[in-house]
Structures are given as C-alpha cells and as structure tokens.
C-alpha cells in the first residue's frame, strides 16, 4: 500500500521547468491514495518525453495516469511567472511529446469525483494514449469518466484503447465514456463494450470551457457496443 502516488515526476519552476527523458515501464503499482485522497498510479507534472507503458496499476482512489500541465503563464527572465487573471489561455507548454501505451489499469476513480481513470489536464502538443486496457472500475458517488482531456489540452491521439465494463456498480455516473475539451485531438479504432454510460451522457463528449478553445475534433473508425445504462 502506498499513502500518496505510485510514481510522480514533477518539473521544477525555474527556466529549466520541464522534466524531460523517462521511462516508466513494467511495474505494477497498487493500493494507492491511503493517505491522500488524491494520490493516483503515475502522475506527471511539467514533464516532456516521457514514457508510461507496459504498467499494470489499479485500485486508486483517483487516477491511474495523470499528466498536468500548467494554468497560464509566461517566462520573465529565468522564472516561470503564473497568471489567474487571464483565462484559461498560457503561453508555456509543460507536459508535451508523451507516450502512455499498453497499460492495464482497472479498480480507479474508487473514491474521487469530476475524475478519470486515464486523465490530461492543461497538458499537449503531442500526447499518444495507445492500447490501453480500461476496466472495471466503477464511481461509488458522483461523476467520472474513463478517458479524460481536461481544460486546455491539446493535440492528443487517443487510438487502440480497449474500454469495458465501467460503471457496471457502484452509486456515481459514467458521466462521458471520454470527455474530450480543447481542441486538434485525434480519435481512432478504440473499442468500447459493456459500459454504463449515464443516460445523459454520451460516448464522446467535448466541451467548451471559457476561453478554452474547443475545435478540430476527429473521430473515426471507433465501436462501441453495450454501453448505455442499464
């Protein structure tokens, strides 16, 4: 068991913000968050080319891969300078040019809400989430979903994924199969079964958030069956 997070890799805020080069492959990463709420399988934070695959993580409170970003902000000199009084928009991308592939997650979002189980916030260009096997993990109360772009990402490909058997128990809502905000993600042959998507929800749903653009959606090629609640 573990109090916090399984692995985390966190940029610093200086001018060399961006955490940069690492592997993490073929580990198996349980029973996470017993001491805090939000801890999750893999977080990254201000990170670039890094890997996540090959991992088997389940049983967290909240997340089984996070990548975070940052909200808006500017560099000044040879530090980052974070502004809460311009939008959604910034000017610095830190979580960029990352690979999260052919991992088996399951058990997640067990005690957590407004989460996902694979899960993207201010983060991109440039962000694969390939061939993962999402499964079997149900919201006890409130709202989630199974593969979530947060507020102001951008240029994901999200291709190959294989979600089943989510929100088959438990008391929450599979509010979207994925939610999908910002804008120029790709969306291909990921298979889809045995879900139980709230009935106002939807397979794939992309919102539009203040200043947060919301465009250059593509889908294509996916199926999906048996996913409406029952």
Do not use: W
Request: glycine fraction near 10%.
């Amino acid at each position: 068991a573990v109090g916090h997070t399984g692995v985390v890799v966190i940029g610093n805020d200086g001018h060399d913000f961006v955490s940069e080069g690492h592997l993490i492959r073929s580990n198996h990463i349980h029973d996470v968050g017993m001491r805090v709420g939000h801890g999750c399988g893999v977080q990254l934070m201000r990170c670039a080319h890094t890997e996540v695959s090959h991992n088997l993580i389940h049983h967290s409170p909240r997340y089984a891969v996070s990548v975070l970003g940052f909200l808006s902000a500017q560099l000044e000199g040879d530090r980052l300078v974070f502004s809460k009084s311009e939008g959604l928009q910034r000017t610095v991308r830190a979580a960029h040019d990352i690979l999260i592939c052919a991992n088996d997650v399951y058990r997640c979002n067990l005690d957590s809400q407004d989460t996902g189980v694979i899960q993207a916030y201010h983060a991109g260009p440039d962000i694969a989430v390939r061939e993962n096997y999402v499964h079997d993990s149900d919201i006890p109360f409130s709202f989630g979903t199974g593969i979530y772009l947060d507020d102001c990402c951008t240029r994901f490909t999200v291709e190959r994924n294989v979600l089943a058997r989510l929100q088959k128990g438990g008391a929450g809502s599979l509010g979207n199969l994925m939610t999908l905000k910002g804008d120029s993600h790709v969306v291909r042959k990921n298979v889809c079964r045995d879900c139980g998507v709230d009935k106002n929800g939807a397979l794939f749903c992309s919102l539009y958030l203040d200043s947060d653009s919301t465009s250059d959606l593509t889908l294509y090629q996916n199926y999906a069956e048996n996913c409406g609640k029952n």
